[in-house]
């Protein structure tokens, strides 16, 4: 399977400040997704991050809020901006590999003050 | 849109024993459906899927069935050890877009 780090792997934010996640994988890959894990809860599609065009956002996610970048099939960044209490959770991205098969990054765990 | 409902929501056994784990589904046109093992602070791991052409399928001491006219899939763990302890979660997407819908999770202690 492909080797996916994240950066950072933790950190503690200010609220109204804006944090960005890199997500990278040592093999290109057609699909990449962005994943909210809220403490204790499931985990729930943000986006598809499309290379070479805008990311599709799921209901509840909105572009001003986690603008998210695809430059090339190696990489992608998520933006959390404006930062509030409630943004505190885990960020995973996940690529998918051979077939339908999705594998996930160790994840960002985001703490907001 | 899709809507993953997964049961129960922790399931406590004894080491050895058995342990199942059923999740519904509501989009008739998915067609991959993975679970996941998470441990406490660690990303989702992807231990075993099925594909909507198949009605069961085996791995070692997991197994997975999926009842599509039902739309309802499970997880079976036997003889289960301390290790399995963990969080597990079932998803389902359909091939063309690869979203992934996750259930609640459901919380699995293993009793030495």
């Known amino acids: 399977s492909a080797v996916i780090s994240q950066k950072p792997s933790r950190d503690i934010c200010q609220r109204g400040t804006s944090l960005t996640i890199q997500c990278q994988v040592d093999s290109q890959v057609t699909m990449m997704f962005w994943y909210r894990q809220q403490p204790g809860q499931s985990l729930t599609l943000i986006a598809t991050a499309n290379q070479g065009s805008e990311a599709t956002y799921e209901s509840g996610f909105v572009i001003d809020k986690f603008p998210i970048s695809r430059p090339n099939l190696t990489f992608s960044t998520l933006t959390v901006s404006n930062m509030s209490p409630e943004d505190s959770s885990i960020y995973l991205c996940?690529?998918?590999?051979?077939?339908?098969?999705?594998?996930f990054g160790p994840g960002t765990r985001l703490t907001v003050l | 849109g899709e809507n993953v409902e997964q049961h129960p929501s922790t399931l406590s056994v004894q080491e050895g024993d058995s342990a199942v784990i059923k999740c519904t589904y509501s989009?008739?046109?998915?067609?991959?459906f993975p679970w996941y093992k998470q441990e406490l602070g660690k990303r989702p791991q992807l231990i075993i899927d099925i594909r909507s052409n198949v009605g069961e399928k085996k791995d070692q001491r997991i197994a997975v069935t999926l009842n599509k006219t039902a739309k309802h899939f499970s997880l079976h763990i036997t003889e289960t050890q301390p290790e399995d302890s963990a969080v597990y979660f079932c998803?389902?997407?359909?091939?063309?877009?690869?979203?992934?819908?996750f259930g609640q999770g459901t919380t699995l202690q293993v009793k030495p």
């Open positions: 996940s690529v998918e590999a051979s077939g339908d098969e999705q594998f």
């Open positions: 989009d008739s046109a998915s067609n991959y």
């Open positions: 998803a389902a997407s359909t091939s063309n877009t690869g979203k992934l819908i």
